[in-house]
């Protein structure tokens, strides 16, 4: 079974500053897909960015980059230029066959 | 424009009682789906739907069930709320193809009393 592990339940940074979120996976499955969403306060959940297993090249959306290890089964998110709108949780996920699997999150605050 | 929605979004009801959480989708999603999360923490899938007349229970149990006759609308029936019901309830949907992103509502925080 797909299982998803995010390790820092809480993490702060400085506006302005980078933060690494980090997230691994165990699966024996060589195709799927991995997602970063995000979850503001009271608000809907949204897809930060997404990457597909058999990629190489690490999924970048403005300013989240991802960080994937395949080998090493991990799939970071890093936000540079941080800013107050990104406090929210962060879920990483695991998609494969119609199935999604999600960590546990972490609570990321922004600071000014 | 085309979303997902979710009604209501805060719902606060006695034990004993039988309620009905509403999800509607416009984006002509085949698959939708229903998680339950506890207050910062991991989503549990509970029911998903490939499409019309398509049920399949998740991995969470459930005392809930949930029905697909129309594409877009995927509501979920508790017949007798307890306390142990009282979580966040949020529907998505997602694309044909496989894997595709989810696209989620708002959601529902039921509190049972």
């Known amino acids: 079974a797909q299982t998803v592990t995010q390790s820092q339940p809480e993490m702060s940074v400085q506006e302005a500053e980078t933060v690494t979120l980090s997230c691994t996976y165990d699966?024996?499955?060589?195709?799927?897909?991995l997602f970063w969403y995000k979850q503001p306060p009271s608000r809907q959940m949204i897809l930060v960015i997404r990457q597909e297993a058999y990629k190489q090249q690490n999924a970048t959306e403005n300013r989240f980059s991802v960080n994937f290890q395949k080998a090493a089964k991990s799939f970071s998110l890093k936000i540079s230029d941080s800013q107050l709108g990104d406090t929210a949780m962060y879920f990483c996920a695991f998609g494969w066959n119609n199935d999604m699997r999600f960590g546990a999150g972490t609570r990321l605050t922004v600071k000014p | 424009e085309a979303d997902i929605y979710q009604t209501p979004r805060y719902l606060v009801i006695g034990t004993g009682k039988k309620i009905t959480l509403e999800c509607s989708q416009t984006?002509?999603?085949?698959?939708m789906y229903w998680y339950q999360q506890d207050p910062g923490m991991e989503l549990h899938l509970i029911h998903y739907?490939?499409?019309?007349?398509?049920?399949e229970k998740g991995d969470l149990s459930s005392e809930s069930t949930v029905s697909r006759i129309r594409t877009e609308h995927f509501p979920l029936t508790l017949e007798s709320a307890r306390p142990s019901h009282t979580s966040q309830y949020l529907c998505?949907?997602?694309?044909?193809?496989?894997?595709?992103?989810?696209?989620f509502g708002s959601g529902t925080q039921l509190s049972v009393l």
């Open positions: 998505a949907s997602s694309d044909p193809g496989a894997n595709e992103k989810l696209f």
């Open positions: 739907s490939y499409g019309v007349n398509s049920t």
């Open positions: 699966t024996s499955e060589n195709n799927y897909y």
């Open positions: 984006m002509g999603h085949d698959k």
